[in-house]
């Protein structure tokens, strides 16, 4: 019945194509949202497997419990006995589809049987106006600067899916600064107060080789509000340097303490994610289990791993879904990741996603993550939003 010869492919997760706004994505089937990382070979499915399969599936998303033979051949739309909906069954639960938990007559899907399910069974839905209009309204350039709206955007996704919201945070680098002062604070020490040009404020404390006066702090100050305002982080201080070469005299000098504390102050800091809804976890069935969560919550504290976790999605376009360990994370089994980049400017700045029990409504799921990217990219786009010059 199942025959012979499909392929999975492992590029790292999976890929829901299109980026336009939740409503491009409007009854459109999800067919290669993205292969898992196992490379895992999987018969083809003839119609009534997939029926079988989709139909379980989406019970076991809805109900959260086994699903037996008898409920199918009633539910699937299939006219066919139960029997041979056992015969079914039996079948993906061969090739890895599905399992049968304790002596439970149900069966219900497994990791590889989730991906299938959202490669090429799947149905999403265009997210809707009055979901698409909250977004909108709620995350608009008017936030307070970058992380402001980040912030917004986590928080969304998560109330929005009950899972957990977490945005990448955009490289400072990638940013034009808008003003640099210094502040002496005492032997060696320096606080620099850089302002960007999307209203962010990072004050940092520097410790040049030497001390320097307030004098001298207002001249370098000076020098790089004037030449290198409204230029990215990243081109700086590779323009200081060759301008240092070139330089003689008092114009040295001065290039040469630019560049000490330019070094410094303008060193990009590390990349930080904004995480919402974690304690949303607790009360699902899925994740009952106490050192389950400990393990959870302990990595959202961490950050590193599910950050890296993001960037591997930021240079494909649309929506990535990784499901349990093609996340992986030992911490993520059981889990998935629905993940899209964002930008603005033509330049991608970040991911965002949700993460949430693999047992999650991928229909409702996906077009949210979408959505959410898309006003998220719009919002740094708009004025006061000050997306990054390239």
């Known amino acids: 019945m199942l025959g012979a010869g499909r392929r999975s492919g492992c590029d790292g997760g999976g890929r829901a194509g299109g980026a336009g706004t939740g409503r491009a994505l409007a009854d459109r089937a999800v067919a290669g949202y993205l292969w898992g990382m196992s490379a895992q070979t999987f018969p083809p499915l003839d119609a009534r497997a997939r029926q079988v399969l989709r139909t379980l599936i989406g019970r076991y998303i809805s109900d959260g419990e086994p699903v037996g033979s008898q409920t199918l051949a009633k539910v699937s739309g299939l006219d066919v006995s139960p029997a041979t909906i056992r015969n079914i069954l039996a079948e993906l639960e061969e090739i890895g589809l599905l399992s049968s938990p304790h002596t439970s007559a149900g069966r219900v899907p497994t990791a590889q049987g989730y991906r299938v399910f959202v490669d090429s ?86 410790e040049p080789q030497r001390p320097f006066g307030q004098d001298e702090l207002e001249k370098v100050a000076n020098y790089l509000n004037t030449h290198f305002a409204g230029r990215p982080l990243a081109h ?3 323009t200081l340097l060759h301008e240092l070469r070139q330089a003689r005299d008092e114009m040295e000098q001065l290039l040469a303490q630019s560049v000490e504390l330019a070094e410094q102050a303008l060193e990009p800091p590390g990349d930080d994610m904004v995480l919402a809804g974690q304690t949303r976890l607790m009360g699902l069935q899925d994740l009952s289990d106490v050192d389950r969560l400990r393990e959870l919550f302990e990595a959202f504290a ?19 879904i990784f499901i349990g360990e093609e996340t992986g994370l030992a911490p993520l089994e059981g889990m998935s990741l629905v993940s899209a980049p964002y930008g603005a400017g033509g330049q991608v700045l970040g991911v965002l996603g949700v993460i949430g029990p693999s047992r999650m409504a991928y229909d409702r799921v996906i077009p949210v993550v979408q959505a959410a990217a898309d006003v998220l990219g719009a919002a740094l786009q708009a004025p006061g939003g000050e997306p990054p010059k390239p």
Not at 153 to 174: D, I, N, Y
Not at 179 to 185: A, H, K, R
Not at 302 to 317: D, M, S, V
């Open 121 to 206: 069974l799947l149905q999403v839905r265009s997210l809707g106006e009055r979901e698409l209009a909250r977004l909108r309204a709620e995350m608009t350039a008017g936030a307070p600067g970058t992380q402001a709206l980040l912030g917004t955007a986590s928080e969304l996704l998560s109330a929005m899916t009950h899972f957990v919201g977490v945005v990448g945070a955009p490289r400072r680098e990638q940013f034009a600064f808008r003003q640099i002062d210094f502040v002496p604070l005492g032997g060696r020490r320096v606080l620099a107060i850089v302002v960007f040009a999307d209203g962010e404020v990072q004050n940092r404390v520097v």
């Open 236 to 238: 700086i201080r590779a």
């Open 302 to 320: 961490r950050k590193r791993e599910i950050l890296q976790l993001l960037e591997r999605t930021q240079r494909a376009p649309g929506v990535r």
